[in-house]
Every structure is written in C-alpha cells, then in structure tokens.
C-alpha cells in the first residue's frame, strides 16, 4: 500500500473543504490582480494590453497550478504547509516586480515565476513518491517547467519586443503542455481521464479567486469614489459600477458556481472536464471583472463628455469577455450553450458602434443593463427548470 502521509483523505467521500491556509495563500493574489488592474490603468496602450494579459496569464498559471496540487496534497500536514508558504514569499516577489516586469525587473519576476512553477513541481513529485502515476506525472510536469523556465530567464536578461518574444513563447508552452498530456521523452504522457480530481474542491478554490478579482473591482470603484466630491453624476457612475459587480456576483455565483461543482464531482473524467473549465476557460470571466474594475475607476473619474476609445473598450469588452467565459465554461462542464450569455454578447456587440457617440456614464449603464439581464434570465430559466 503506497503512504498517503501527505495526500487528502478522500476515503470518506464527500467535499474537500478549503482549508484556511489555501485562504491565506490567496492574499498575495488579491495583491497581484490589484497591480495588474493599475498597471492597465498606467498604461491603456496596445502594448500596455498585450503586457497586462501576459503577466496575467502568468499569474493565473502559478495559482490554478497551485490550485490543482493543494487538490491531491493536504494543506494540514506540515510539509506541504510549509511549501505553500514558501511559494506565497516568492509570490510576494514576482508581484511586487510586476509593474517593472518589462523594465529593471524583468529577471527578478522571471526567476520568481520559475521558482514557483518548478520548486511546486519538484516538491509534489517528491511528496506523491509512493503514487506512482501523480509522481510521474509531476515529474513529466517538472520537464515541461525546466524547459519553459529557459525562456523566461532568457527574456528577463533581454529587453523590450525580444523580452516580450520569450515570455511569449514560455508562456505558449507551458499553456499547451496539459493538452498535450505533458509528454516528455522516457515518460509518454499523461490522460486527462487518469486524473483523481476532486471536482468540489477545484471549483470551490475557482471561485474564491472570482471574489479576489470581484474584491479589486469593489476596491477600486470604492477608492475612486472616495476621492471625488460626490456630486449626482458621480455617484450615478459609482452606483452603475456597483451594480455592474453584483450582476457578475449574481450570473457567477447564483446560477453556475454550485451547479458546476456538483457536475465535475459526477463527472465520469473529472480531470478533463476540470482541465477545459477552470484551467483555461476560467481565465477569461477573470480577466473580464479586472477590465471591467479599470473601465469604472475611467467612467467614475470622467462619467460625462467624449468617451474615448481606451474607456469604451473596457466598458464593452470586460463584460464581453466574462459572459464569453461563462458560455464557454458551461458548455465545458454541462455540454450545453447558455442561451442568456449568448444574448448579452450580441447585446455587447450592438452597443459597440453606440459607443463613441454616448458619454462614458451612458455606456456604463448600458453594459450594466446587459448584464442584469442576463441574471435575470438565467434566474428565470433555473426557476423553469426547478419546476419540471
């Protein structure tokens, strides 16, 4: 019998809870999506763009990856404790080094990121030792790092358009490698369907990042407002962002969160279910709430006048990109299009020729009532089905 010294009891059955060290871990993440969010606002550019979603995607691919160890390995024993807590230090640097990531800092966010990516790695090989198929695949894991950590050094010793090049390509590779089974040569590769996941567990901890991201959009709008003489256009452009924020809450976490949770802990292969739906496509809904957070600090500080195009695409794409996740997320967890999120893209879509032509606290609103109407019919539609 192999020792489960380090693993999760899942002999008992049921829902791993998330335990409070996972939560603390969290903290340094609350801090990394607040400097990507101002970080977008210092630099509205099309590079500032393409940088901000690199560094997130980053970011993202250190915590989902965290997410899924914490899965097989208890968070309780002291080892792997230990471990979280060492990542959350040098996570602590990578973010600190984010707003410099392409300037004098770019080797200090690469070797953090690297640390984090293949230290993690090595430790759960080592700590699964007696589960063969985990530690392999771990192992397989570790490869794929050691291989991609080359670009990121290589591009935090470079500068400018060859900086962005590499991490380009590190991050391109390391975002293939679960589709490809993380094959490697001697070790083959690994099947989405051998995966012992625990579905419940995995969306909980999805979900708590959704609130991080959901907490800097209260931050920010809250900060901003705070600033400000609160006059009548203020405070409408204030309530609009509000709102805005509940909506994604309510589409979130009122009509998908549980529903999601229970269909993976069905799952007949979890591991691919949870591979397509949180470890990609969940991406997308979290990077549309911190473009939605950088679109109402824009329309809070200017809510009337000419809106320019920086403030118009983020008040149409933050949402546009969270109900696409949402569509794509369900279809990947019930096999099954969602009918209220396609309508709001199309509403989305129509708005956007609008856009330039109405002030910024119109265009808020505007996507804000997009938005409750899609909670709205997907409250209606779970009422239906809970009738039948």
Not at 345 to 354: F, I, K, Q, V
């Amino acid at each position: 019998m192999p020792r489960r010294h380090m693993l999760r009891d899942r002999a008992s059955g049921g829902h791993a809870r998330v335990t409070y060290v996972e939560l603390f871990f969290d903290l340094v993440f609350v801090f990394a999506v607040t400097q990507l969010s101002h970080g977008l606002m210092a630099h509205p550019t099309l590079l500032g763009v393409v940088e901000t979603g690199l560094l997130l995607m980053a970011v993202w691919w250190a915590w989902i990856f965290t997410a899924w160890v914490t899965n097989w390995l208890d968070p309780e024993r002291t080892p792997v404790r230990v471990m979280l807590l060492v990542v959350m230090v040098v996570g602590m640097v990578m973010t600190m080094s984010i707003p410099k990531a392409f300037g004098d800092r770019g080797l200090i966010f690469a070797l953090a990121f690297v640390a984090i990516q293949l230290g993690r790695s090595l430790f759960t090989a080592w700590a699964m030792r007696d589960h063969p198929f985990q530690s392999r695949n771990f192992t397989r894991i570790s490869a794929w790092f050691v291989a991609s950590g080359v670009l990121w050094i290589a591009g935090g010793l470079a500068e400018g358009g060859a900086r962005l090049a590499l991490w380009g390509g590190a991050l391109a590779l390391e975002y293939i490698s679960p589709a490809l089974g993380f094959w490697t040569p001697g070790l083959g590769r690994a099947r989405a369907e051998e995966w012992d996941v625990e579905g419940g567990h995995l969306a909980e901890r999805c979900a708590l990042f959704t609130i991080i991201a959901l907490g800097e959009s209260i931050l920010v709008m809250g900060a901003t407002t705070a600033t400000l003489a609160w006059t009548p256009v203020v405070i409408a452009a204030f309530l609009a962002a509000f709102a805005g924020s509940l909506a994604m809450w309510w589409i979130y976490f009122s009509f998908t969160a549980e529903a999601a949770s229970e269909a993976i802990s069905h799952a007949k292969d979890p591991g691919r279910v949870a591979r397509e739906a949180y470890t990609y496509i969940h991406l997308l809904p979290i990077a549309g709430v911190i473009v939605t957070a950088v679109a109402d600090e824009w329309t809070i500080h200017h809510p009337l006048g000419h809106t320019d195009l920086k403030t118009a695409l983020a008040l149409i794409g933050g949402p546009f990109l969270f109900l696409l996740g949402g569509m794509l997320f369900k279809r990947a967890v019930f096999r099954a299009w969602a009918p209220a999120q396609l309508a709001g893209l199309a509403a989305l879509a129509a708005l956007t020729p609008l856009s330039l032509a109405v002030g910024p606290l119109v265009l808020s609103i505007a996507t804000t009532v997009v938005l409750l109407g899609v909670s709205v019919r997907e409250g209606l539609v779970r009422r239906a089905r809970a009738r039948t």
